[in-house]
């Protein structure tokens, strides 16, 4: 683990060789890295843990219009059968 002084003394020398403008760039790089491993590190953890494979993206967005489509067809067939009031 580092401490600190290695953290800083790190900092100081990417500053010197990168330059302040390219430091934010490689920040911002280095943080969408460490966000990608965290979400492939889960997937893994939920794999082992419960023997699932976690959806994509992809495939949520197929599921849920496969769903929506569902229940847009039970709304029409329950329409259907309701007789219109007639209390008028």
């Known amino acids: 683990m580092l401490g600190w002084g290695e953290i800083v003394l790190i900092l100081i020398a990417a500053i010197i060789f990168m330059g302040p403008e390219k430091l934010t760039d490689f920040a ?20 082992i843990i419960y023997g699932i494979k976690p959806l994509d993206d992809e495939e949520i967005e197929k599921k849920a219009k496969e769903n929506y489509e ?18 008028q």
């Open 70 to 87: 569902k229940l847009l067809n039970e709304v029409k067939d329950l329409s259907q059968e309701v007789p219109p009031r007639s209390d």
């Open 28 to 47: 911002r790089q280095l943080g969408k890295l460490y966000g990608e491993y965290k979400k492939a590190k889960r997937m893994i953890e939920l794999e």
